[in-house]
């Protein structure tokens, strides 16, 4: 079992940063690839962001290439979303989620590989 706790959320100006953390229970966290997640009230929950298990690939989402940085840090088992340049659009829940299996990294863009999904944490971005 992993157990992930978001925090970092807040308000904040249209151009402006956050970083996200996402902190995880278990002593496996490194074989975990991770992925960030958003919702949007009345929207689909739409990808971010991920990063593999050895934290050699990194891909995003076209709405926040270029903007948005995902990082991990194993000996903290702590994922980080970096996000800057923000906009209004970005406004939701932000959710962290962890995925054990091994799979061709282009279904990470989608929520059935991970396998533990955090609560949450609003994001903010007042235009």
């Known amino acids: 079992q992993v157990q992930l706790v978001e925090s970092g959320g807040g308000l904040v100006q249209a151009g402006g940063s956050l970083r996200l953390s996402c902190a995880a229970s278990?002593?496996?966290?490194?074989?975990?690839?991770m992925g960030w997640f958003r919702q949007a009230p009345g929207k689909e929950r739409e990808f971010v962001a991920f990063?593999?298990?050895?934290?050699?690939?990194?891909y995003y989402a076209d709405s926040v290439k270029g903007r948005f940085t995902i990082s991990r840090d194993d000996g903290k088992n702590t994922v980080y979303l970096q996000m800057n340049g923000l906009k209004h659009e970005d406004t939701a829940v932000y959710y962290c989620?962890?995925?054990?299996?091994?799979?061709?990294?282009?279904?990470?863009?989608?929520?059935?590989?991970?396998?533990?999904w955090g609560q949450g944490t609003q994001v903010t971005v007042s235009s």
């Open positions: 278990g002593r496996t966290f490194s074989s975990y690839a």
């Open positions: 989620a962890a995925g054990g299996g091994r799979y061709p990294i282009s279904y990470y863009s989608k929520p059935g590989p991970y396998d533990y």
């Open positions: 990063i593999n298990w050895s934290a050699s690939i990194t």
